[in-house]
């Protein structure tokens, strides 16, 4: 599809879009008398660097679909990061994982000593009470044997 110059409209996103498919993953097509643009849906923020709708871990999700973010999923009402993904510091769901996995197929998960992520297996796991994960041993430990988290 050839676009010409005055094609491209302002709006969230700047393109212009005949349906939602034309708007890229997550976001809507406005009709609006003057011109369509694309802007994200209420689950989603807005990323002027990337020019598009990401995720927002914790926001309120759609609880007729479901429907949440890429890596993220609809628990209570609410998106939150799935498997092994965790949201960064712009709320958007990451892999912490290594590309490739060696010996340790856990870490420890971000800020949070009794959580860890198995990267192996995709899933994140919270350690019983009184303990906290050690990465040295790949179990949850007493706190006294771990060192590096406290």
Do not use: W
């Not at 599809?1 to 996103?13: C, Q």
């Not at 939150?80 to 993904?85: G, H, K, V």
């Not at 959580?115 to 949850?140: A, G, V, W, Y």
């Amino acid at each position: 599809m050839m676009m010409k110059e005055d094609d491209v409209v302002s709006g969230d996103y700047e393109a212009p879009c005949e349906s939602n498919i034309d708007c890229r993953t997550n976001l809507v097509c406005n009709k609006t008398n003057v011109s369509s643009y694309c802007s994200c849906d209420s689950h989603y923020n807005y990323h002027p660097s990337g020019r598009k709708c990401r995720g927002n871990p914790g926001a309120v999700c759609d609880r007729l679909t479901a429907e949440c973010v890429d890596n993220a999923e609809c628990r209570d009402g609410a998106c939150e990061c799935s498997n092994q993904f965790v949201p960064d510091e712009n709320k958007v769901c990451i892999d912490p994982c290594p590309v490739k996995i060696q010996h340790q197929a856990r870490i420890r998960y971000p800020g949070n000593c009794r959580r860890f992520i198995d990267c192996q297996h995709k899933s994140k796991t919270e350690c019983p009470e009184m303990t906290i994960f050690n990465l040295h041993t790949q179990l949850c430990d007493y706190p006294k044997n771990v060192f590096d988290c406290r």
